[in-house]
Every structure is written in C-alpha cells, then in structure tokens.
C-alpha cells in the first residue's frame, strides 16, 4: 500500500492585511510543519492565500495545528483553514 | 508555481464547501442482524444491540475525524440493519416492538439520530413475522425517536402485493393517530417502497439489504447547491451544454464521497459499498432542488415542463457520478421531498405544485412522492391508493419509487406542518376527493409486467 501522504493545503480567506504571511507562517513554525509552496491570487470575490505544507516534520498533531490555524483566523478577521491534500486530487485529478 | 493544483481549483473546492453547501449527507453503516435471531424476542433484541454497539461504536469519532481531516462536513451519520421481521420472527410474539426499542437504544449509544431497518419485503407475500412487525410499525414509531422503518410492496419481476398496499394504508393513517401531538410526526420516519434497494444509505428508507456483507459503510453525497450555482445566470446553455454542466458538477461531487467512503471504509476496518450519488435537498436557503429546476427557466417548479427539467438533471447527475465512483448505488438521483425543500415548500404554499404533479415528476425522479403533508382526515384507502399508484409507476419504469406521506391530523389543505430541522415544513395538499374504497378493497396482487413489448 502507498503510503498516505502528510501534506495539507491550507487557505486563508478574506480582506487583505499587514502579517498574514507571517502570522500563519509562525503557527505552522511552532508545530513544526514545513511550507513547501505558497500562491496568493487574488481572486475576483477575495483575497486568498493558499499554502502547501508539509507535516511530516511536524511537533504537533494535525489537529492542534488545525485548531490554531482556526483561532488565528479568528484573531485576524479571516478564514483559515487545513485540509488534506488529498480533498483537492480526489476533485481535480484523476 | 509548484503546487500541483491551480489557484483556481483550490478556490472551487473551498467555494462549494463554504458557500455552496457541498456535504456528504451521510455516511452509512450497514450491519447484518442476520445471526442475531433467537426464539426469544428480548434475546434477538439485545443480541442486536450489542452488535450495532460493538461495530457502529467508534462510526461518530470516525465521521468527525474525517470531517477536520479533509474539511468536508459530513451532516449525518446513521446505520441500517437487515429488515428486522426477517430477524425477530424466530419468536412467535405477536409484536416486534421490544426490538424497535432495542434499536432506538442502540442508536442513542453509538450517537446516530437515525437507524432504518424495522422494515419488511413483502412484494411477493407475507410470512407472519413480515405481518407481526408491520403491525407493529406505528407503536414503534411512535415510542421511539431514532427508528425508521420501511416495506417494500412491490417490485417489477413480482408485481405489487396489494394486500400489502391495503394494509400500509392503515398503518400510515395509525401512525400519525399515535403521533397526532407532533403533526403525525411518526409517518415522516416511514417508507412504503417499490423497488427497493439494498444498499440505500439514505433514511428514512435505508435497510442493509440481505445479499449485503456483514457490514459495509455506505455513502451518500449531495449538493443542490453546487449545482446550483453551475448552471444559474447561464441562461444561453442549450440542454445538452446544461446537461454537460451538471454531469461535471456530479462527478466532482461525487470525487468527494468516494474520498470520505474510502477513508471510512479504511479507518472503520469495515468494506467501502457504495457512493449514492444524489441531490438531497435541505431546507436551507440555496439547497433546494426547486430552485435547479426553476434555473433551468420554470417560472416556478410545477410549472409544465417540470418533468422533462427533473428528467435532465436525475440524468445528468447519474451519468456524472457514474464516472466518478468505483462504485455507485444506492438511489442515485434527484430526490424531490416537499418539506425538505425551500423551494418546493414555496411553489406548494402558492399552488405552483400540486400532488398530481408531484407524482408525474416521481416517475423521472430518484424516488418518489416525499414528505409530503396531506389531510388528516384522508382515509386509509386513499393512502393505499396513492401507494398503489406509485408503486405502478415503479414496477412499469423499473425504477425505485415510494411514498412517504403524512396525513396532519386535524390539518386541513393550506394548513402548514412544522416538523422541524432537517424535516422542514410544508402546507398540507389537496389530494383527488374521491373514493378509490373498492379498488383497494379487491386484494390480492396485480401481476408482475411484461419486460418485453416494452411501449
């Protein structure tokens, strides 16, 4: 069996501000999560920010790091969120 | 950039989730009671109970871990058994109420808000036990919160056992008696079918069919929503560009269920069955089947035309989940309840839709009539009439189809139902006044049709 990957896609949402980046960027440091990829487009509807990470490294559960993720969000006035790769392949690719 | 999705895809993605109402209505647990029969009632009941308990015990941890895991939110999590006349009449009790209440029980415990499965099929005739429990159903529906129960009365290769017809007549108008303080409640977890499936993971109609493994984990998607939003405001599509919208919407729809079902299957150590690939509309604003009918250009949904629209989109859906699942089952299509509805409940409360109507539209859609508020004083006859009907239109097109109606007690037409959460509202409809007593009253089966000749 192939084994299952650790990757997470994670996306910001909402109106654009100083430290995003940064913010999100720091949650994921502290659990130990490394980015490999990050897009900003910005879309017709809302900023966006989509991150693609690696938790192979990480310190904190997917969970954990989730929640935080969620929280910081919170915090910033957006929508941040973590999902499994595999979410987007199953959708898009075949 | 070096992700392997594009912006604009991930964006998609998160877009239906979060505005479009993309979900998997529900996973589905399958359990096989077959080994849990025993002369003694009570025994067969808690013999069912410790094995739903044992394997459906960890399905709601399972359900919600997916749901962080892949963002996804997954609105039900439920569990069919075998049609339990075929367990409980080992006992020679003249009711089969204590396995009901042993089922509700269960479902308590494993944190399911519904388990179907107090079901019987009799299309072709009735062994006592189908008889004990279907007299059971309107007490057990009435006592318990979480049970659902199910007959089949007819299939294409039998006919249809209109004595079966008759008596499920008189057991719908006795379970809105029993439940009459909440609008006759009890008739809304209860399905009178032709052609039933084995492998539905949708309540209240689901039953773990008996060719079926000893448990399996069954998935339902929806997402009138999606589709929804795909075709709105593109008004210059002709049909077979719609139709290739919808297909497209379905098969990623579909991706998802068949990306939850698998991890499921994985993580619950229990076989993957099957995706049902169906538009299950909710009452929510922009989750409305209706309103997908009414974007392809009905001024409201009823309007003629309707069916040709419905038989477009229960197509287009079938052929785009087809694709997309290894495999597909279940009822797969578009189900078209009243109360369910946002969009339905409008159209009935202005008279857009009739009954009549509805019961054209059920030959095309995924099921059948659903849900829907009917007089309280309509007599059980008429009930079995409009069972009979629907059942004809199942046997004839070899379809599923099925009738879950609720006579209000003490409710008149344009009066409405309040049946609160995911069972919605609806105003009560006019049904045909007159008498249809000694049609019914003939008995006996209407043969099994010709598959051949087939206009």
């Known amino acids: 069996m192939v084994e299952k990957?650790?990757?997470?896609?994670?996306?910001?949402?909402?109106?654009?501000?100083?430290?995003?980046?940064?913010?999100?960027?720091?949650?994921?440091?502290?659990?130990?999560?490394?980015?490999?990829?990050?897009?900003?487009?910005?879309?017709?509807?809302?900023?966006?920010?989509?991150?693609?990470?690696?938790?192979?490294?990480?310190?904190?559960?997917?969970?954990?790091?989730?929640?935080?993720?969620?929280?910081?969000?919170?915090?910033?006035?957006?929508?941040?969120?973590?999902?499994?790769?595999?979410?987007?392949?199953?959708?898009h690719r075949i | 950039m070096s992700l392997q999705f594009s912006a604009q895809e991930i964006i998609e993605t998160i877009r239906m989730v979060q505005m479009e109402k993309l979900d998997i209505r529900t996973i589905t647990l399958g359990i096989s009671l077959r080994d849990c029969a025993h002369p003694e009632i009570a025994i067969a009941a808690s013999k069912a109970y410790d094995k739903i308990?044992?394997?459906?015990?960890?399905?709601?941890?399972?359900?919600?871990?997916?749901?962080?895991?892949?963002?996804?939110?997954?609105?039900?999590?439920?569990?069919?058994?075998?049609?339990?006349?075929?367990?409980?009449?080992?006992?020679?009790?003249?009711?089969?109420?204590?396995?009901?209440?042993?089922?509700?029980?269960?479902?308590?415990?494993?944190?399911?808000?519904?388990?179907?499965?107090?079901?019987?099929?009799?299309?072709?005739?009735?062994?006592?036990?189908?008889?004990?429990?279907?007299?059971?159903?309107?007490?057990?529906?009435?006592?318990?919160?979480?049970?659902?129960?199910?007959?089949?009365?007819?299939?294409?290769?039998?006919?249809?056992?209109?004595?079966?017809?008759?008596?499920?007549?008189?057991?719908?108008?006795?379970?809105?008696?029993?439940?009459?303080?909440?609008?006759?409640i009890g008739c809304a977890k209860l399905v009178v079918f032709c052609n039933a499936v084995e492998d539905n993971p949708f309540m209240a109609?689901?039953?773990?069919?008996?060719?079926?493994?000893?448990?399996?984990?069954?998935?339902?998607?929806?997402?009138?929503?999606?589709?929804?939003?795909?075709?709105?405001?593109?008004?210059?599509?002709?049909f077979g560009q719609l139709a290739n919208e919808i297909k497209r919407t379905a098969f990623k729809v579909t991706r998802m269920g068949e990306l939850v079902g698998r991890a499921a299957s994985e993580k619950l150590g229990v076989p993957f069955g099957i995706v049902d690939v169906s538009l299950a509309p909710t009452p929510a604003q922009g989750d409305s089947v209706a309103r997908i009918l009414e974007a392809m250009g009905l001024e409201r949904v009823g309007a003629h035309g309707s069916t040709a629209a419905l038989a477009l989109l229960n197509d287009a859906v079938k052929k785009g989940?087809?694709?997309?699942?290894?495999?597909?089952?279940?009822?797969?299509?578009?189900?078209?309840?009243?109360?369910?509805?946002?969009?339905?409940?409008?159209?009935?409360?202005?008279?857009?839709i009739t009954f009549d109507k509805l019961e054209a539209m059920t030959s095309v859609c995924s099921v059948g009539l659903d849900m829907i508020a009917i007089p309280g004083d309509t007599p059980p006859e008429t009930i079995a009439a409009i069972i009979a009907d629907e059942a004809a239109i199942g046997m004839i097109n070899r379809k599923t189809t099925a009738v879950r109606v609720i006579p209000a007690p003490g409710k008149k037409p344009g009066d409405m139902v309040e049946f609160g959460g995911l069972l919605g509202r609806a105003p009560v409809m006019t049904l045909n006044a007159y008498s249809s007593s000694r049609f019914v009253a003939r008995g006996g089966r209407i043969p099994a049709p010709l598959q051949a000749l087939g206009n």
């Open chain 2, 205 to 238: 109609g689901a039953f773990h069919g008996i060719g079926e493994p000893e448990c399996v984990i069954n998935v339902g998607v929806s997402g009138p929503g999606v589709v929804l939003a795909a075709i709105r405001d593109k008004a210059d599509l002709d």
């Open chain 2, 53 to 184: 308990c044992r394997l459906g015990g960890r399905l709601v941890r399972v359900g919600e871990e997916i749901e962080r895991e892949y963002g996804i939110p997954i609105i039900n999590k439920r569990v069919s058994v075998t049609p339990v006349a075929i367990i409980a009449e080992s006992s020679r009790e003249d009711s089969h109420v204590v396995f009901a209440k042993a089922l509700d029980r269960a479902a308590r415990e494993v944190g399911v808000n519904f388990l179907g499965g107090f079901s019987a099929l009799v299309h072709k005739g009735m062994t006592r036990g189908d008889r004990v429990l279907i007299e059971s159903i309107p007490e057990a529906l009435a006592i318990t919160e979480r049970v659902c129960a199910s007959v089949n009365v007819g299939t294409t290769r039998a006919g249809i056992n209109m004595d079966a017809v008759a008596q499920m007549g008189r057991i719908v108008c006795e379970t809105a008696r029993r439940t009459a303080s909440q609008d006759g």
């Open chain 2, 321 to 352: 989940g087809a694709m997309a699942s290894s495999h597909v089952g279940g009822l797969s299509g578009a189900f078209i309840p009243v109360s369910e509805d946002e969009g339905m409940i409008e159209a009935a409360q202005m008279g857009a």
């Open chain 1, 5 to 91: 990957s650790t990757r997470v896609i994670v996306t910001v949402i909402g109106e654009d501000k100083v430290g995003i980046i940064a913010n999100v960027s720091g949650v994921l440091a502290s659990g130990g999560a490394n980015i490999i990829d990050i897009s900003q487009p910005t879309m017709r509807e809302f900023f966006a920010m989509i991150m693609m990470v690696d938790l192979k490294t990480a310190t904190l559960p997917f969970d954990e790091i989730k929640r935080q993720l969620n929280l910081k969000g919170e915090e910033m006035g957006l929508r941040i969120d973590a999902q499994h790769e595999d979410v987007f392949k199953y959708m």
